[in-house]
């Protein structure tokens, strides 16, 4: 082969392999390809293998996977007149491939431009209390109006989620102030229901206690009764069956152990009151004939007037 035949056949090899760069596209699953002809739009090619007319078609991928950006601090003014600087994230997806490529140039910046005029919009109409206790409706309400926007871009906004809020230095420090006082407050009521719940709890101890000492006092006393009682029946019972010498026996033993004891004691006995019976008796008797003959004595002399020569002597 000659020379000239050589660097023609290789010349042949690399416009094929050049032309088959050209027309063959190789699309991945979370991919596709926007294809155009001489400038105007065929269709939407992919996944898989797409053959391309080399100079005349031209393919445009589109990525199909959720995608996030960042959008910078964007400072807003409330309402009330408070300036708040705001962070959030915009979570978005492209849902019609065409739409995407031929609808809007850089679709990424013209979602971060229409997020930020759209969260000032939103924040204006909000007062600085709402805009710091309400994100999730913030988020729900830019998430709904970007959507608005970017569907005729085909993509689809999923999600807004703010990241952080910064008020003012003073509203800072006027919520911590604010914050410390809500605290302490809350400490203070804690306390007060513990302390409450803590002398209730030991009030209603003490009433227990005290229920149950009056209740066992009440069962001993009981109990106590019920003893004697029965040690009184078992003494009655068990006197009723002693004669007289066994409580002589008794009354003997009883003397003798009074009388071992150290101290000085003076014992009558009961029977020095039998043996002095007859003498009070004696002595009772005579009293009463006493009386009796000075009684008499006094009824009989009135009976003699004086005078009448009667005269009573002893002979």
Known sequence: MSPVMFVILVLVVVLALLLAALAIRIVPEYQRLVVLRLGRLIGVRGPGLVLLVPLIDRGIRADLRERVFDVSPQTCITEDNASVSIDFLIYSKIVDPASSVINVLQYEGASRGIAITTLRAVVGDMLLDEV???????????????????????????????????PPREI??????????????????????????????????????AILEAEGARQAAILRAEGYAQALEQISSVAGRLDSNTMSLQYLEALKTLGSAPSTKLVVPAELTN?????????????????????????????SAPGDGVTVGAR
């Open 132 to 166: 710091l206790s309400r994100r999730e409706d913030i988020n729900n309400t830019l998430r709904g109006k970007l959507d608005e926007v970017t569907n005729r871009w085909g993509i689809k906004v999923t999600a807004v989620e703010i990241r952080e809020i910064i």
């Open 172 to 209: 800072q420090e006027a919520m911590t102030r604010q914050m410390s006082a809500e605290r302490t407050r809350r400490a203070t009521i804690l306390e007060a229901d513990g302390k409450r719940d803590a002398a209730v709890r030991v009030a209603e101890g003490q009433k227990q206690s």
């Open 275 to 303: 043996l002095l019976r007859p003498l009070t008796e004696h002595t009772a008797n005579t009293a009463n004939i006493a009386s009796a003959v000075r009684s008499a004595v006094g009824t009989a002399e009135p009976e």
